[in-house]
């Protein structure tokens, strides 16, 4: 048995300017953390022929081509299997379509896994760009590239976006002590709803193409405020750091109509009034997880609570997509 796992992750700052419609004009910078939240990925053979799928639905088929989940298909294909018998089963610490890019990290695990069941090998970054080109290039999924980078490398990672395609990472150059602070003060809260980012990204994906003004005006600001972002976690300034946190949530809400909802407009005002210094939803908007840094994390905490919105508490993950079991 091969059991593989990818860690989850957190965007903190330049989220957007990781999708080829940006970056192959103007270049693409984000920061993103992963944390210790997974997903796993189970590989064995059994005994029959067959190819044995275990997700939220459960597969059973002859050949790649009539697998239904388009990634599961697309990373089989990559394995050129003559006579199929391998069965495979995901399991997840957080729901899929909550903003902290499962996706991305099913993917990278899905693959790891395969190539260690059948004793091949594959570098990160080669990792991390196989799982972009099935997502963006296969399945023509209108997201970027940040999730499936960040589970493959984990830590807390800046990348830039060449106009190529070419994807530089850089671990942040954090001290202990600014570590520390942000395991302290960065709190994730669940809002319970749930919503798909490619739809989302999609309006992104037009306007970008099309070269709206607004938009890529919009992306451009991002962008800065995502270096601003390293610059101020670099030199220890958290406090700088969640203020940039809420002028990017507050730029990313213009972007499209469905970034934000009444809920967690009313729930973002409650806690920026109650310790939090600013903050955003993770991922495309929409639903998912909001992410604060805090003053007062107590005061933050009760806040939240008082409105049944479930913290998550996390640490970082430093060791990225990984088999855990062979």
Not at 69 to 89: A, G, V
Not at 210 to 222: G, I, P, V
Not at 260 to 278: K, M, R, S
């Amino acid at each position: 048995m091969i059991i593989a796992r990818s860690p989850l992750r957190i965007s903190l700052g330049g989220g957007g300017t990781d999708v080829p419609s940006y970056y192959e004009q103007h270049e693409g910078f984000l920061l993103a953390a992963a944390i210790n939240k997974y997903v796993y990925v189970t590989v064995i053979r059994p005994f029959v022929e067959g190819i044995y799928l275990k997700y939220s639905e459960i597969e059973r088929v002859s050949v790649v081509d009539e697998v239904r989940h388009p990634i599961f298909r697309e990373s089989l294909k990559e394995l050129n299997l003559k006579t199929p018998q391998i069965e495979i089963t995901t399991l997840a610490d957080i729901p899929s379509g909550t903003g902290l890019g499962s996706s991305g990290s099913f993917t990278t695990a899905l693959l790891k896994g395969l190539f260690a069941h059948y004793k091949k090998s594959i570098h990160t970054k080669e990792l991390a760009e196989l799982a972009s080109d099935i997502e963006i290039n296969r399945l023509h999924e209108p997201i970027g590239k940040q999730d499936q980078f960040i589970s493959a490398f984990g830590g807390i990672t800046e990348f830039t976006f060449r106009k190529d395609g070419e994807v530089e990472t850089h671990p942040l150059k954090l001290s202990v002590d600014t570590l520390h602070d942000l395991e302290d003060n960065l709190l994730l809260f669940y809002t319970g709803l749930s919503r798909s980012a490619s739809a989302i990204l999609k309006d992104q994906v037009v306007k970008s193409t099309l070269r709206d003004r607004e938009m890529l005006n919009s992306l451009h600001l991002t962008k800065q405020l995502g270096i601003q972002s390293k610059e101020a976690l670099v030199t220890g300034n958290t406090i700088l750091f969640g203020q940039l946190m809420d002028e990017h949530w507050q730029r990313k809400k213009s972007r499209s109509k469905g970034m934000t909802n009444d809920f967690i407009d009313e729930a973002y005002e409650a806690a920026l009034n109650n310790g939090a210094v600013g903050g955003k939803v993770v991922g495309a908007g929409g639903g998912g997880f909001l992410m604060f840094y805090a003053s007062d994390r107590e005061r933050l905490r009760e806040t939240m609570k008082k409105r049944n919105i479930e913290e998550v508490r996390f640490a970082f993950d430093f060791e990225g997509t990984k088999v855990i079991l062979s």
